[in-house]
């Protein structure tokens, strides 16, 4: 059975005297109980919107969302009230976010910020909270918790930092956590420990987890499922495996090739794919790839593709159909001990 | 901490040394000589002679300095031309009104000020916002003085619901230990006392907090709006805290710390306030005396006021500087 | 005083630091979008219509007058006196809109005449102190950036001073500026304009020093460009716009601080020139205002109003400066 069911989920921003954004179209993924799902995509195609829409974060005012959010006992993400949201919010679904200096708060202690979710879903005070905080942070690893939990966020490493905001995250050891970049913005050396931090915690507890990033070299040794994003459509969902050994839209291809390989021949060009984001056509009128497509052909703007495919579905009528010889678990580890080097 | 307070008192001495260096400077500009500050403008110039005899301004300039910073440490500012008794000992009288406004007029400030400049941010663009943008700036436009005249017309002339005028109802037999009328009132369970004094102080302190109202509800909106678009604002929410939490814990927390150094700098404007807000209730604080003693050239009252108020504002700006450290870790000391 | 005197130091250099930074979109300069956006700014445009009309009246204000402003007693052929012991003056009729002053004076007549004398204590004070505080402000910006070592002491001995005036609570300024010269126009004008020397000093040190680490002034100085030349021509025009902000915010608060010091009686003596802050000052004296509110209330509006025009000017252009605000 699926924790979460997201279908045709859709995010458009709308502010005066300006047209409308439509940031996420359309989108739908599962997450079954235990599984790491992964969203890919380039910055701007709408992967964070997802994350925000699900937790209900988005602002009030000039957002409108449809489809729907399916979570666990059937209630829908994208209607509940702000009442049951809250009681949701930090218990079953968890979020962790980017740039953890920023996503601290300056002027509380750490224990206090760790202790304040505690209070909330677990209805634990004084000392057994502190007790509680304290085996949280040395669950993410946190050297010396007892001394950690009174110092401030500007008193720790980026690294300490981002294991404080995990430890805020698992200690109601939630259904699904949601993990939006991040590695982002650490060090590459911290990166790959916060990675294996993440994987351990979700596997001890069983949770699901929805990773985002940008990265493929991330998502290749974490996730089960991955589904690719562009211009806020799915645009390739597949199992791991059949991803990486066979990436069949362009985009993903592109991917996968634009990321340097250690056994690539000595003079071999790499592969980036040209143009970014901005030169995007709308899905209405066609592919919204197309413009930076190598493989573009005149079916490809002449309507938005549909997604086919069965379990490894695409959104693509030209695809590619070879095989990437890429090997997934090179590719996470080279993205870890590339990191340890 | 202690390290901290001794070596920020420390800092201080050279400050003061200036100030009183400028005191000193002014004193011998005056029109007519230092003497004038004793004798007023009409004395005869052989009772001048005899006091600049006296008063030794004909020694070296080095040895006038060092006599009159004698002078200011022992606390002697000289007599009042006016009511002819030691200065130190008429501002000490009037102090504590003075206090007592300023006190009021500041809660009146921060306690309105902190909940209108938080909801008007809360709720950006609606017609709260607007009445308090609009009307902080419009309060900051409008000649004080003119405002307690203003007032006092309307709620003590025509609707005679506060007193027009003073400290406390002269029928009143109060008894007064330390010159704060309401503490005094208090402590001798005088409760009407206290009650009167404290209903002399609405008027006038409101009329004193309209300046800094408006700057309070400037900074908390500008710094609440900032603050609700932060990361860890998100993070809060996020964890499903309640609005509550979050208001209190994470937004006010870091909003307040702009606003807590405006505080601290609205001090000084206020006591510039108090002479304008206590001359137009006729409210027998330091600011009216001060107020007096421009329209009999009272000198050394004058400089009293300035030397007092100097001290006061050193003193306010110590405050905030130690309470900074309690509220931002970032400046914790070393 | 230093600590507060810090805080308040911080905020300016913000202020001056805001000229430093440069607009992101190639081919338009700072100033022109600058300019766009103020004017997109409605209360930028409230401001300016507000200062228009104010202007306009003190510049014709002489030309508009039904009656002599100075002329005692206008009131008399109509009926109307002013009689000071009866506690009568006359209020706003159809011959006199305004009504008559203490001295039986025509109060519309003095409004239109005063604008001109209010906008000129506003104006001089704020040109006192505009020139002082850039001149001691220019000297420590440029010592400080471009001087060195000894550029350094200079800015250092200049600033202990400008800080130690910062921290005095600005009316005390005055007074005590005030008590060393005669009471008269001119007297409110320095003393006004003193109280802000050392916010316009702060101010164009800061965006000074903030603009000799910007790039092309490092460029100009790698090119052997005369160091002199570079203070002038280069670092200065491009530090000016925060200092305009404040003048503007300053014209404001100068008008204020006028009438303050007419009140406490330190204004200018003589009221045959009409001029707002006295005519306020004057219609408050005794309990006038008790049983005719028109003397104060008129030139009270006017101070409002014109104060508020400035304010909002210089508010929007603030804000047209800060990249912070811009989106």
Known sequence: MSLLDVQDLSVVFHSKGREDVRAVDGVTFEVRSGEIVGLVGESGCGKSVTSLALMGLLPPRGVKTGGKAIFDNGVDLLRTDQRTMRDLRGREIAMIFQDPLSSLNPVVPIGDQVTEVLTRHRGMKGEAAKKEAELLLDRVGIPDPRRRLKEYPHQLSGGMRQRALIAMAVACRPRLLIADEPTTALDVTIQAQILELLKELVHQDGTAMVMITHDLGVVAGLCDWINVLYAGRVVETAGRHALFAKPTHPYTHGLLSSIPRLDSVRGERLNPIPGSVR??????????????????????????????????????VNPVLEESGQDEAALYSREVSGAIE | MLRFIVRRLLQLIPTLLGLSLLLFIWLHRLPGGPETALLGERATPETRAAVREAMGLDDPIFVQYGRFLKQLLTGDLGNSLSEKRPVIDLFLERFPGTIELTVVAMLFAIGLGIPLGYLAAKRRASWLDHMSVGGSLVA????????????????????GWFPTFGRQDTTIDATHITGFYVLDGIMTQEWDAALDALW??????????????????????ASVLEVLNEDYVRTAQAKGLTERRIRGRHVLRNAMLPVVTVIGLLTGGLLSGAVLTETVFSFTGIGQFAAQSIDHRDYPVMMGFILII??????VNLIVDISYTFIDPRVRVR | MTALARKKIAKLERLAELAAVHSKEQGESLWR??????????????????????????????????????????????????????AIYPGPNSEFWLGLDHQGRDMFSRMIVGARQTLLVGVVATAIGLTLGCLIGGIAGAAYGLGGKRGRTIDNVLMRFIDMLLAMPSLLLAISLVALLRPSLMTVMIAVGFISVPIFARLLRGAMIAQSNAEYVVAATSLGVHKRKIALSHILPNSIA????????????????????SFLGLGN???????????????????????????????????????????????????????????
Not at chain 2, 147 to 152: A, M, N, T
Not at chain 2, 310 to 315: F, K, L, P, T
Not at chain 3, 242 to 261: D, N, S
Request: charged share 15%; net charge neutral; hydrophobic share 50%.
């Open chain 1, 279 to 316: 030169d995007l056509l709308p899905w209405l009128e066609g592919c919204a790839f197309a413009p930076r497509c190598d493989r573009v052909t005149e079916a490809c703007v002449e309507g938005p593709p549909e997604l086919t495919g069965g379990a490894h579905a695409f959104r693509c």
């Open chain 2, 140 to 159: 900051i436009c409008i000649p004080i003085f003119f405002l307690g005249y203003l007032i006092k017309a309307v709620f003590a002339v025509k609707l």
């Open chain 2, 200 to 221: 002399h102080l609405v008027l006038p302190g409101l009329t004193l907090a309209s300046i800094p109202l408006a700057i309070i509800v400037r900074i908390t909106r």
């Open chain 2, 310 to 315: 100097a001290v006061v504002y050193v003193i």
């Open chain 3, 33 to 86: 979008e600058a300019l766009k956006r103020v004017r997109r700014n409605p209360s930028a445009i409230v401001g300016a219509s507000i200062l228009g009309v104010f202007i306009l009246i003190a510049v014709l204000g002489p030309f508009l007058v039904p009656y002599d402003p100075g002329q005692i007693g206008v009131g008399i052929p109509f009926g109307l006196e002013v009689k000071e012991g009866q």
């Open chain 3, 242 to 261: 925060p200092v305009l902000v404040q003048a503007t915010l300053t014209l404001a608060t100068a008008i204020i601080e006028a009438a303050g010091l």
């Open chain 3, 269 to 327: 003596p003589d009221s045959s020139q009409a001029e707002w802050g006295t005519m306020l000052a004057d219609g408050l004296f005794n309990s006038r205002f008790d049983y005719a509110p028109h003397l104060a209330l008129f030139p009270a509006i006017g101070i409002i109003i014109t104060a508020l025009g400035f304010t909002l000017l210089g508010e929007a252009m603030r804000e047209a400066l800060d990249p912070k605000l811009r989106k």
